[in-house]
């Protein structure tokens, strides 16, 4: 069998591979950007097979495409959303503005594939099922890429939510746990007030849980679509009626709630809600970031370090120095999301850089949304799994820690007065003596008052200390 077969388009003649179900311009793409090696990812190729699938409906239910054909469309096209023919999209993320290449590809597997249900082979010129006058028909690139963007980030969009609550609700399991550990609090990194153990991790499972609500807000903006503006925003080439019936179509196989755009213009040439929602994914990031160094402080050491939290060990930590352990998870988690950071920094510039009618980076828009949803599930995955579920507290190292606070005078302000209360700090981190002693010696308080002033774990509780002063 022949290697390659001889395709033709505007341009001329060029070879292909002979069993590729992409064609011309696929293989034209191939060879003008051969610049990273990566490929779309599947939520691209799943989100531009979807609109296919759903235009051959739509427009043969306007009485526009044959229905014969348009059945093989719609078959070539539910096998290409089942992630069958995932080798064939071979269109390099950095490519020709706006996204003209990834959509030929789609194209043309999806013509080939349907051809070949036709009984036709690869080889054969007169085929029934064209990439362009029929799986492209009434589109544009211009309207099918930012559409794409906004169903493939909605594919992922409830595995990301659920992998996140997954995690808050490890962190409020690590809360629940910890709370009666009393510990010094710090601010600034140097000693600040008490707090419960189970405070900070109630504080990480919150801001999680914050961080999902933003992304739920953020996720409403990709729901309204502009497929149908074709290729300035106008509909040329489309029905008056595709606009509408795409959405709906698209939205009942999909199971997701979409909306018609109220201005396909401003829906095509701007990029501000998959920015928005790259936005929220980069809040996310920064919390994330927060966290992931704060329990690798809280278990640093462990002999000259904090030590109030254990992570597990996972993996053995220094080629050299035998019987180290490194808090790898958390480690992995701040690369990670400085990736992500990163993706949105090139989203927000490509987002910037569209010109009157058309977005033309829309390919390294989608590429990096995508990239940022799936490097945040993998990494919030194996963080939560490997880290957070297992890690333990160190009681004893903590509560020791609260023991050699001084700034638990704080307390006492409402007491004896600030002043009183710095005198009181000074002379007990001078003479290394406790709070207690050096109040009571003062003559501020009694003993009684003190321990029941100085109780750490009302002090936790917020609230004024009301304890009469004595002498």
Request: charged share 20%.
């Amino acid at each position: 069998m022949a290697e390659f077969r001889t395709e033709k388009d505007s341009l001329g003649e060029l070879q292909v591979p002979a069993n590729a179900y992409y064609g011309v311009q696929t293989q034209r793409a191939v060879l003008n950007f051969p610049i990273s090696g990566q490929k779309p990812y599947p939520a691209f190729i799943w989100s531009m097979a979807a609109i296919k699938r759903a235009a051959a409906i739509v427009n043969s239910d306007l009485g526009l495409l044959d229905k014969k054909i348009a059945d093989a469309i719609v078959q070539a096209a539910t096998e290409v959303m089942e992630g069958r023919w995932n080798d064939q999209f071979v269109v390099d993320p950095f490519q020709a503005g706006a996204g003209t290449s990834h959509n030929m590809n789609t194209n043309e597997v999806i013509a080939n594939r349907a051809n070949e249900i036709l009984g036709c082979k690869l080889t054969d010129k007169d085929k029934p099922v064209r990439s362009n006058d029929h799986v492209n028909m009434a589109q544009s690139t211009n309207d099918t890429i930012p559409t794409a963007i906004r169903l493939g980030a909605l594919w992922r969009l409830n595995e990301l939510v659920e992998t996140l609550n997954r995690l808050a609700e490890a962190l409020e399991t690590k809360a629940k746990e910890f709370d009666p550990i009393v510990k010094s609090g710090r601010t600034h990194l140097q000693d600040a007030v008490p707090v419960r153990l189970g405070q900070e991790f109630g504080g990480y499972a919150k801001a999680v849980r914050r961080n999902v609500e933003k992304i739920l807000v953020a996720a409403e903006g990709l729901k309204r679509l502009g497929i149908g503006g074709t290729a300035t925003g106008t509909g040329l080439n489309a029905h008056p009626e595709y606009h509408g019936r795409m959405v709906r179509e698209l939205g009942k196989y999909l199971n997701m709630q979409l909306y018609e755009s109220d201005n396909l213009f401003e829906s095509m040439n701007s990029m501000q809600d998959p920015v928005f929602f790259s936005g929220a994914i980069r809040s996310l990031a920064q919390d994330l970031i927060r966290i992931a160094n704060d329990l690798r402080l809280l278990s640093s050491g462990p002999s000259t370090g904090l030590d109030e939290i254990r992570l597990p060990a996972v993996q053995p930590g220094s080629s050299i120095m035998p019987g180290k352990v490194n808090p790898v998870l958390a480690e992995m988690l701040d690369m990670a999301m400085f990736y992500v950071l990163g993706q949105d920094t090139t989203i927000t510039l490509a987002a910037q850089a569209g010109q009157l009618e058309l977005n033309v980076m829309m390919p390294i828009i989608a590429h990096c949304l995508f990239q940022e949803m799936h490097v945040t599930i993998g990494a919030v995955k194996a963080f939560t799994d490997k880290c957070v579920v297992g890690l333990k507290a160190n009681r004893e190292k903590a509560e020791g820690w609260l023991a050699k606070n001084a700034i638990i005078a704080t307390a006492l302000n409402p007491i004896i007065g600030y002043q009183k209360g710095a005198e009181v700090v000074k002379k007990a981190m001078a003479e290394n003596r406790s709070i207690r002693e050096i109040v009571v010696e003062l003559g501020y308080m009694t003993d009684a008052e003190a321990a029941k002033a100085l109780d750490p774990a009302k002090m936790t509780e917020g609230g004024i200390m009301d304890i009469p002063a004595g002498g």
